[in-house]
């Protein structure tokens, strides 16, 4: 059904799908429950461990963490050297084609269903392969980890970061992780309210700079300040095309 549908309503029903998941996860039927841990969540018994190649790099099963932290990050930079490839490739200026103008990419002979299925499988398997990792670190997985304010922090992050730009993930996450961290740490009495980490003051960062972000950067910290930063870095001069060699210059 998300083929028959784009834009706004696409985000409606990716939100919706977030909102009901928790739901689904504790649902009896099928062995769902069963399966998922349920309200009560499941303990993860796997631990990652390292292998040959990891003993030969100099980690021991006896830092499991800090096995763990150079794992996800080499993870990361594969994932994001192959989304790299992927939008230099064919079926990426596909992909692209398709946001910027899916009827001209159709004329143009894109196949749009196979594209888009293409698109959600590929975010589908990094969103899974990065629920495995957050599975794998914590030890434990419930429902409670797959809340609605975690959607909104990931389009949050998104828009702050900069859509459809590889590198407004990074400034986006680290935003989000940033925001979060800080204000665990605020204690500020007005005298009649405390403003601490245990309210809502995240959110009210998260929405002063989501405000300030769509005003003066519409684009995201990177879609915005990258054209600026490429200027800086090199300059084009027009130069006039060589005459033929049978010509010459009129004085």
Same mark, same amino acid.
């Given at each position: ?5 784009k ?11 977030? +909102?009901v998941?928790?739901? =689904?996860? /504790?649902?009896?039927?099928?062995g769902? !429950?069963?399966?998922?841990? &349920? ?5 993860? #018994? $796997?631990?990652?461990?390292? @292998? ?10 006896? $830092? ?11 993870m ?16 990426g200026?596909?992909?692209?084609a398709?946001?910027?103008? $899916?009827? &001209?990419? !159709? ?5 749009? %269903?196979?594209?888009? %299925?293409?698109?959600?499988g ?6 899974? =392969? ?7 670190? /914590?030890?434990?997985?419930? $429902? ?7 959607a909104?922090?990931?389009? +949050? &992050?998104?828009v702050?970061?900069? %859509?459809? @730009?590889?590198g407004?993930?990074?400034?986006? !996450? ?5 925001? /979060?961290?800080?204000?665990k740490? +605020?204690?500020?009495?007005?005298g ?13 960062i998260?929405g ?8 003066f ?15 800086? +870095?090199?300059?084009? #001069? ?9 010509l010459?210059?009129?004085?």
């Amino acid at each position: 059904p998300a083929l028959r549908i784009k834009g706004l309503y696409l985000v409606v029903i990716t939100i919706a799908v977030a +909102v009901v998941f928790p739901s =689904l996860a /504790k649902i009896e039927t099928f062995g769902i !429950a069963e399966k998922t841990g &349920g309200a009560n969540g499941r303990i993860i #018994d $796997e631990k990652v461990i390292p @292998t040959g190649l990891g003993k030969a790099l100099g980690f021991t099963e006896t $830092e499991p963490a800090r096995y763990r932290y150079f794992l996800i990050v080499a993870m990361v930079l594969v994932v994001t050297f192959a989304v790299r490839n992927l939008l230099n490739s064919r079926a990426g200026r596909a992909i692209i084609a398709i946001r910027d103008n $899916e009827t &001209g990419a !159709a004329v143009s002979g894109v196949n749009l %269903v196979r594209q888009k %299925v293409f698109t959600f499988g590929t975010s589908a398997a990094m969103c899974g =392969l990065s629920g495995t990792i957050l599975a794998l670190d /914590k030890g434990f997985v419930a $429902e409670q980890d797959f809340l609605f304010p975690l959607a909104v922090e990931m389009l +949050v &992050g998104l828009v702050i970061g900069g %859509v459809a @730009t590889l590198g407004g993930a990074f400034i986006g !996450a680290f935003v989000i992780v940033f925001v /979060k961290e800080f204000s665990k740490n +605020v204690n500020i009495d007005f005298g009649l309210f405390v403003l601490d980490g245990k309210g809502p003051f995240s959110a009210l960062i998260f929405g002063v700079i989501l405000v300030i972000v769509t005003f003066f950067m519409p684009r995201g910290i990177v879609g915005s300040l990258k054209p600026t930063f490429m200027q800086r +870095v090199y300059r084009i #001069d027009p130069k006039a095309p060589p005459l033929p060699e049978n010509l010459t210059r009129l004085s």
